[in-house]
């Protein structure tokens, strides 16, 4: 018989009876936070994306019939096209940041495409968490095992898919003091038990970016929280929320009573480091640019490192 699990409230905790993996995930760490729990109300969303993928761009897409949305988009071969999408906003200030389901058995049947598509649909198709909450089973029912982090301004969910149909489990940042975090396994009630190999780092990840967030003293922001938190290298090359891995920082901050803002920094072994700023106005929305540009920035003597340099780990504070 399928699990079935509705909108429970679920505690953030960890099963550690787990066949030991000694390599590490190629993942993600994603957090976001809403309402009180911000100095500005609203919402503020973020993904560390860790890859070995090295073609990424930052576009715009707009289809008749479908809402416009702004994306991260990467191709684990070829710099054109960029067929997957690993987090995104929409005009009606929809966001979406994902992580792959690692700790399940054969996670590698469950790939790019497949969690791709997830995002795809609700940035094209959806106004509101809401409307997401409406459609749950047909989104996440479908047993392709999957973790997102979708908000809004005024709510944001974690939704943990299994890799079985009819297995999800979907958290409230309402029911979780207005903050949500994630890495790479899953910790939420009767999804725990899809945990079959446990990844050091998606757990050493998952304690930090939770310790950070539920130990902050008064309401986040992103430029004394968040770019700060992103920046954080303190457990090595791997098990850190920067990583040796780490190719893009996606910061989605939609503030009451002001436009969403995008900050997303990436650099890849194809490409130097890049920095966007971009306030989505409705003009944005409506005449949506051809080819966005990263900020002019000064590289004289800096040099594009690879992935597996340590001088990947100089990020700053400032930089985003």
């Not at 960029?82 to 399940?104: D, K, R, T």
């Not at 409307?131 to 979708?150: K, P, R, S, T």
């Not at 725990?192 to 990840?205: G, L």
């Not at 791997?238 to 990436?266: C, D, H, K, M």
Request: charged share 20%; with cysteine.
């Amino acid at each position: 018989m399928p699990l079935r699990v509705g909108l429970t409230v679920s505690t953030c905790v960890l099963c550690t009876s787990l066949a030991l993996q000694t390599s590490n995930t190629h993942a993600c760490t994603t957090f976001a936070s809403v309402g009180t729990a911000n100095n500005e109300g609203g919402l503020i969303m973020a993904k560390n994306r860790d890859s070995l993928a090295a073609f990424e761009q930052l576009e715009v897409k707009r289809e008749p019939g479908e809402n416009a949305y702004l994306g991260l988009f990467y191709n684990t071969t070829d710099r054109t096209p960029f067929p997957y999408i690993a987090a995104g906003i929409n005009q009606f200030g929809l966001s979406v940041v994902q992580n792959e389901s690692a700790s399940i058995n054969n996670a590698s049947k469950f790939n790019d495409g497949d969690q791709s598509d997830a995002i795809y649909n609700i940035l094209k198709h959806y106004r509101s968490v809401a409307e997401v909450l409406a459609d749950q089973e047909v989104l996440f029912g479908n047993g392709l095992a999957n973790f997102l982090i979708i908000g809004d301004k005024t709510e944001a969910i974690l939704v943990e898919v299994g890799p079985v149909k009819g297995s999800y489990e979907i958290l409230k940042a309402s029911q979780n003091q207005n903050r949500l975090y994630h890495t790479n396994h899953y910790v939420l009630g009767p999804m725990r038990k899809f945990n079959k190999v446990f990844y050091p780092d998606s757990e050493d990840r998952f304690e930090t970016i939770k310790a950070l967030m539920k130990n902050a003293p008064g309401q986040l922001t992103a430029e004394g929280n968040y770019y700060r938190w992103m920046n954080s290298a303190q457990n090595g090359p791997y098990n850190s929320i920067l990583r040796e891995v780490t190719v893009a920082s996606w910061v989605v901050t939609l503030p009451e009573g002001n436009n969403p803002e995008l900050n997303l920094r990436f650099t890849s072994p194809s490409q130097t480091f890049q920095l966007y700023e971009v306030e989505l106005t409705p003009e944005f929305w409506n005449y949506p640019p051809e080819h966005l540009l990263p900020l002019p920035l000064n590289a004289d003597g800096i040099e594009s490192e690879p992935v597996g340099s340590e001088r990947r780990y100089t990020y700053t504070e400032g930089e985003l």
